[in-house]
C-alpha cells in the first residue's frame, strides 16, 4: 500500500522563526516517515506582498530550504521543491478560480488579518486570490493532510471546498485534504503581539546566534502587572510563559508555580527560558552550518525535488483536463 501524502510549506520571504517551528515544521520532521512527505518553498506566493522586489526571493529561497533542512527535514525521503518552477500549479489555480467566489476570499479571516497587518487599503488581484493559489498547492499532488499552523486554517477549508466544489462540477479525481495542527498553533509575538511574525519586528529566528536569542527574549514582555519582585505574577498573560509552555514543557508548571508566588522573578524566568531555547536551537543550528557550507547540495535538492514535483503534477493536471473535457489539440 502506499504511503498517503503531506504538502506543507512555507513563503520565503525571509528565514524562518520558533513561530514556524512550533506550529508546523515540528510536526513536518515528526510525519516525515509515515507520510510521503511535499515541502513547497512558495517564492510565487511571496510575491502576494513583496512583489516589488522579486530579486530577494532567490536568496530567501535558499534560506527556507535551509531552515527547513536544519530542523531535521531529510531530503533522502521528502521531497523539496520551488512553487514557480511547477506551471502545472498555476495552470490549476486559473481552473479553481473560475468557479471560487470573491466573496468567499473577502470574508477570509486571514486574508482580512493579513491586510491589516501589511496597511493594504485596496487589496491586489493575487493577494485576495492566493488562497486559490494555495488549494492548487495542496491539490496538485493529492495531499491528504497538510500540517500548518492556526492561521491557515482558512485556506485549508477553501481548499476542501474548491476539491468538493471541482469533484461534483466534473469528475471526483481530487482528494479532500486535512489540516493538522500542532500542539501550539499560533505563537505570540516578543512584543505580545497575536502573532510572531518577521514584519511585525517580533520574532526569534531559527538561525539567530544563542546570545541574540538570550538578548531578545530579555526584551519580551511580561505580565503588566507585575512591576517588582515582590508582586505575584499571572503566567497566563506572560509572553514569556507561552514560550515556556511551548519550548520548555518539563519545567513549564513549575515556573508557573514559581511565578504566581513570586518565587522566581522575571530576569531569571528568561535566563531560564533562553537557556532551554538555545539547547533546542543548537542542534538547529549546526546543521544548517553544515548545509550552509554546501550550498550545492541544497540546490541539488531543490532541482530534483522540483522534477520529481513536477511529473506528479503533470500526471494530475492530465486527469483535471480530462475531467474536465479539456484535452483536445493534445498530441
Ligand atoms: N501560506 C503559507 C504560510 O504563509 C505558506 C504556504 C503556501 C502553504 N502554500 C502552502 C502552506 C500549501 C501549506 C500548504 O505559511
Known amino acids: 500500500m ?3 501524502r503531506i504538502l506543507t510549506g512555507d513563503r520565503p520571504t525571509s528565514k524562518l522563526h520558533i513561530g514556524h517551528y512550533a506550529g508546523s515544521l515540528q510536526n513536518r520532521v515528526k510525519l516525515q516517515q509515515e507520510y510521503e512527505t511535499f515541502i513547497i518553498i512558495a517564492d510565487v506566493q511571496a510575491l502576494t506582498t513583496h512583489f516589488e522586489h522579486p530579486e530577494d526571493l532567490e536568496k530567501n529561497v535558499l534560506e527556507v530550504t535551509l531552515d527547513n533542512l536544519a530542523v531535521g527535514i531529510d531530503p533522502e525521503i521528502s521531497t523539496f521543491f520551488v512553487q514557480s518552477r511547477i506551471p502545472q500549479i498555476a495552470e490549476l489555480t ?67 471546498k474548491i476539491v468538493r466544489k471541482f469533484n461534483s462540477l466534473y469528475k471526483p479525481v481530487l482528494k479532500e485534504p486535512e489540516a493538522m495542527l500542532s500542539d ?34 530579555m526584551t519580551a514582555v511580561t505580565d503588566p502587572g507585575r512591576i517588582t519582585l515582590k508582586d505575584k505574577g499571572n503566567p497566563e498573560i506572560c509572553t514569556v510563559y507561552q514560550y515556556h509552555e511551548a519550548f520548555n ?83
Request: hydrophobic share 35%.
Open 94 to 160: 486559473v481552473f479553481y478560480s473560475m468557479f471560487t467566489m470573491v466573496n468567499v476570499l473577502r470574508h477570509n479571516p486571514t486574508i482580512k488579518s493579513e491586510a491589516a497587518q501589511y496597511g493594504y487599503e485596496d487589496l491586489t488581484y493575487g493577494f485576495l486570490g492566493y488562497p486559490v493559489s494555495q488549494a492548487a498547492d495542496i491539490t496538485f499532488c493529492n495531499a491528504d493532510l497538510v500540517p500548518v499552523g492556526e492561521d491557515q486554517l482558512p485556506h485549508i477549508e477553501l481548499a476542501r
Open 2 to 4: 502506499s504511503k498517503k
Open 184 to 217: 501550539v498553533p499560533r505563537l505570540v509575538g516578543l512584543d505580545g503581539n497575536a502573532k510572531m511574525s518577521k514584519s511585525l519586528n517580533n520574532a526569534i529566528f531559527l538561525s539567530d546566534p544563542a546570545e541574540e536569542v538570550q538578548a531578545k527574549i
Open 249 to 331: 514543557k518539563p519545567e513549564a508548571g513549575n515556573i508557573a508555580n514559581l511565578c504566581r508566588s513570586a518565587g522566581i522573578g522575571c530576569v531569571s524566568c528568561k535566563k531560564c527560558l533562553a537557556a532551554s531555547l538555545n539547547q533546542l536551537l543548537s542542534p538547529i543550528r549546526e546543521k544548517r552550518a553544515y548545509y550552509e557550507d554546501r550550498p550545492e547540495t541544497v540546490k541539488e535538492i531543490l532541482f530534483t525535488g522540483t522534477e520529481k514535483a513536477k511529473q506528479v503534477a503533470e500526471g494530475t493536471l492530465q486527469e483535471v483536463r480530462e475531467a474536465m473535457s479539456i484535452k483536445y489539440y493534445d498530441k
